[in-house]
């Protein structure tokens, strides 16, 4: 086969780098591509084969080595990604993956997912890594299971590759009542030290993570022994409450409905995403409250006889029961130690070595990171524990002189996340604001009811449609929308032409109605 036809077969751009790429592959590409295997073996639902996939991979899977192979090349052939993983999760921010991961995490379950990328490419590399690095860690008995989990939409122009290239098993999707999940978007914190002024023209625009923190902009709040906690934690966070990119407060408000509904990268793409994966075949449904109080240890459970992770005992029963995540724009809290030692360069950002600071990170009991290490000494509350990076670390700070000043200033930084994190609880709305909203809001109503028609699809398809009739304020809502005067149309969710954005589309009631009856 020729380059082109190639390129034509993977729909990959015939661009220098590719051309380059392919050319040296070529005679492997073109004998898988007219092999049996290739044509033939069925891999999926409805009789699927390699050569049928939007997006056929150009080597053989099975012949991969993803220990050695580099995530963006792979990316390139349409390699789906490691199959490392034991069972997958899906669904959208607010069900409850800001703690499902971390409870999996205490029962020896590696988890692979959501790293603040937004773009396809780059989260297919940031999973592809993940989980070859949990596979390492399942071979050497660290953990006992891997999970990947998907929360995230990207509509950008390869996103449909994205999702082609995941192999799905053991699927389980988890959603909540719609207007509690948006509530719940509505509450999110964001940390206000996130920020896109940042000036890297000193820093090696080749580096991969410095690219990666150009993307992400993910930046954390320091604190130093000189600086009251209390005082930096109360202009910590802030929440959006509206469309326009400024549209910040102090406090959450319901008028926030306005940008989460239509936030698909985050929220309510979950029949977006199930029409995307198009290796999944059946689900199963799990909902928040399964990883909610009282019922989290039993479900945790189920799943470790299901999957071979680590079963909860007892004596972890209180911490599994917790609220997860309470503190999760508080934690982890990094405490800088040698400030001192780092020179400023005109407000430019600057790449330091590990070896250059002296760092300590307060963790809860689920945030601990398995790549850290557990400082032990520190009289702190039960909940939280502290790590460093390395054991040199340690002695470090043995030698510092400054253990006692450490221990006071940790116990002060405990304490005032604890109280800031029960002011932030205190602002919460609820279901009832975001209810009021909508029926002082008819128009944003309409628009909503459209896009659950998109977002609820999977449960109704997989005959799980009596959990809507438990969902009692999504019963509220629709009763709502049915008092709106809404003259004959109703609108839908609806991928755009010439991109891979969506919009909503207004349609003759009666008319949609009918076409997708017969669907």
Known sequence: MTVEQICRVGKIELNNENIALITNLQNQISTWLESTKFKEQIIGKDNQTYATLPYPPLLDPDSINYFTSEASICWRLNIPL???????????????????????????????????????????????????????????????????????????????????????????????????????????????????????????????????????????????????????????????VGIEKNAYSDKPNASGCQLWMRELLQGYHNGLMASSLVRLGDFRVMQTKDFSGKNTFDTLKKLANEFGFNKPNESQKELLESRVSDLKCFIPAILLLNPQDIKGKDGKAQKISFDDILLLELHSKFSVSRDNITVNGFNLPEFFEVQVNNANDIEKINQSGLTNEIQAY?????????????????????????????????????????????????????????????????????????????????????????????????????????KEKKQ
């Open 82 to 240: 490691p199959p490392f993983y034991d069972f997958m999760l899906f669904g959208t921010h607010g069900v409850g993956f800001a703690a499902i991961p971390k409870l999996l995490n205490i029962l020896g379950c590696g988890t692979a997912g959501r790293d603040s990328e937004k773009q396809a490419p780059f989260i297919y590399e940031s999973l592809f890594e993940q989980l070859v690095k949990c596979e390492k860690e399942k071979s050497a008995g660290i953990i006992k299971a891997i999970a990947l989990y998907l929360c995230d939409f990207p509509t950008d122009a390869d996103n449909d590759k994205l999702f082609a290239l995941i192999a799905c098993k053991n699927v389980i999707l988890i959603d909540r009542d719609p207007i509690s999940l948006l509530k719940a978007c509505c509450n999110l914190q964001l940390d206000k030290a996130e920020s896109e002024e940042d000036d890297f023209s000193q820093l090696d625009q080749n580096d991969k993570m410095v690219q990666k923190i150009q993307r992400t902009r993910r930046k954390k709040l320091v604190y130093t022994l000189d600086k009251d906690p209390k005082e930096l934690l109360k202009d910590k966070v802030h929440y959006r």
């Open 410 to 514: 940790l116990s002060k930084l405990c304490a005032a996340i604890m109280e800031q994190n029960e002011i932030e609880n205190a602002k919460k709305i609820t279901e009832d604001d975001v209810l009021e909203y909508f029926k002082a809001n008819p128009q944003s109503a309409l628009l909503f009811d459209g896009l659950l028609v998109s977002h609820l699809r999977p449960i109704k398809e997989s005959g799980n449609e009596n959990i809507l009739n438990d969902w009692g304020y999504y019963q509220r809502f629709k009763q709502t929308v049915n008092n709106i005067d809404d003259e004959g149309f109703c609108y839908r969710l609806c991928r755009k032409n010439d991109d891979k954005s969506y919009v909503f589309v207004k349609f003759n009631k009666k008319e949609i109605k009918e």
